[in-house]
C-alpha cells in the first residue's frame, strides 16, 4: 500500500490568502484524522472523520478552519484567510474501523508557511 | 484528561548504545494502547511500537522494546544497538480504547552519534 498521501508537502503563501491541504488515506480505512504540530502546542487533533462523516471538530482553531471528505478516498483541510499563526506542520492520518482502531498511520505532512 | 509527559526533551548517545526513553502519562481509564512513534528530519510520522494496556507482556519490535508498568502509569522506550537512522523526535502516545484522539507528549530528540 502507498501509505497515505499528502499534498503539497511544502506551501508558502501570503496572510489573507486562502489554503488547501489534500489528504488520501490508506485504502480500506475508516478513519481519517487532521493533526497540526507547532513549536509551542506539538500536536493537536484539529478533526477527525468516520466513514466520511465528521464526528469530532472540537480542535478545529477557529472558523476560518474548515475540513470535508468528499469520499472515502480524499479528504481536504482549507483555510481561508490564512495568518502568520497558521504556520505549522499539517499531518492526516487514517486508521482502521472497529474493532482495529487502536493505530493511527501518518502522512508525511504539509509544512505552510504563511507570511 | 489525558496527559502525557515525556521527561527528557533531548538525549545524545554514541551509535552501539543502548538508550531508554521516558514517558509517563495520567489517566483514569483502564483499558487504552500507548504508542511511541518517531519523527525523523524528514518529519514523517512513523510508528515504532505500540502497547494494549489490557497485556502485561511487554511490546518487542526488534531492537525496540518498552516497559509498560500500568501501577506507575509509566512507558519507557528501550533502543538497543542505536543506529545512526535511529536519530529522530520521538513522541510517547496515549488512546483510550473506543475513542479515536491520539494525546502525545512534547517529545524527546535523540541523537545517535558516530
Known amino acids: 500500500d502507498a501509505g497515505v498521501i499528502q499534498s503539497p508537502r511544502h506551501e508558502v503563501t501570503e496572510m489573507g490568502q486562502e489554503v488547501t491541504l489534500r489528504c488520501k488515506p490508506i485504502?480500506?480505512?475508516?478513519?481519517l484524522f487532521w493533526y497540526r504540530q507547532t513549536m509551542m502546542r506539538g500536536l493537536e487533533l484539529l478533526i477527525y472523520?468516520?466513514?466520511?462523516?465528521?464526528?469530532?471538530d472540537s480542535g478545529m482553531p477557529e472558523d476560518r478552519f474548515s475540513a470535508k471528505m468528499p469520499n472515502a478516498s480524499f479528504s481536504t483541510l482549507k483555510i481561508q484567510p490564512s495568518e502568520p499563526r497558521d504556520s505549522a506542520v499539517y499531518f492526516c492520518?487514517?486508521?482502521?474501523?472497529?474493532?482495529?482502531?487502536?493505530?493511527?498511520?501518518f502522512g508525511p505532512g504539509t509544512r505552510l508557511t504563511v507570511l | 484528561a489525558q496527559t502525557v509527559t515525556q521527561s527528557q526533551p533531548e538525549m545524545s548517545v554514541q551509535e552501539a548504545e543502548t538508550v531508554t526513553l521516558s514517558c509517563t502519562y495520567d489517566t483514569s481509564e483502564n483499558n487504552y494502547y500507548l504508542f511511541w512513534y518517531k519523527q525523523p528530519p524528514s518529519r514523517q510520522m512513523i510508528l515504532v511500537i505500540r502497547?494494549?494496556?489490557?497485556?502485561?507482556q511487554n511490546a518487542t519490535e526488534n531492537r525496540f522494546s518498552v516497559n509498560f508498568q500500568k501501577a506507575a502509569k509509566s512507558f519507557s522506550l528501550k533502543i538497543s544497538d542505536s543506529q545512526l537512522g535511529d536519530t529522530a523526535m520521538y513522541f510517547c502516545a496515549i488512546k483510550y480504547q473506543g475513542a479515536q484522539k491520539l494525546v502525545f507528549g512534547q517529545g524527546t530528540r535523540l541523537t545517535i552519534n558516530p
Open positions: 492520518a487514517s486508521s482502521w474501523g472497529t474493532p482495529r482502531t487502536d493505530t493511527q498511520y
Open positions: 472523520f468516520n466513514n466520511n462523516v465528521p464526528i469530532d
Open positions: 485504502s480500506g480505512h475508516d478513519y
Open positions: 502497547q494494549e494496556a489490557y497485556k502485561q
